[in-house]
Nanobody, 121 residues
Framework: QVQLVESGGGLVQAGGSLRLSCAAS????????IGWFRQAPGNQRELVAS???????DYATSVKGRFTISRDNAKNTAYLQMNSLKAEDTAVYYC???????????????WGQGTQVTVSS
């Protein structure tokens, strides 16, 4: 099975930028879907952005125009470029990926451990 590890979180001033990375390790043939989710204290985990194997992207209204999701298949890594950060973007950000079935392996999803993003106003 594949494991996902997020990195790139940190503390930034409002208006600043961060790039989060989600690195997948293990036996990877393809990834159907990658999503970035976030969860702030007291809030439900919510979808921030996603990208399919075909390159179709989707963004939460609150981040549209500011965040960009991308993937580098050669590196088995997905990214979330976050620009014009706001205090309300403060949350733990999680990567989630879905892997298709292959011979001997059923389809499954995986979550990363999360990375903290804090935006000071």
């Amino acid at each position: 099975q594949v494991q996902l590890v997020e990195s790139g979180g940190g503390l930034v001033q409002a208006g600043g930028s961060l790039r989060l990375s989600c690195a997948a390790s293990g036996s990877i043939f393809s990834i159907d879907y990658i999503g970035w989710f976030r969860q702030a204290p007291g809030n439900q985990r919510e979808l921030v952005a996603s990208i399919t194997s075909g390159g179709t992207t989707d963004y939460a209204t609150s981040v549209k125009g500011r965040f960009t999701i991308s993937r580098d298949n050669a590196k088995n890594t997905a990214y979330l470029q976050m620009n014009s950060l706001k205090a309300e973007d403060t949350a733990v950000y999680y990567c989630y990926a879905e892997f298709p079935a292959r011979v001997g392996v059923p389809p499954y999803g995986r979550w990363g451990q999360g990375t903290q993003v804090t935006v000071s106003s």
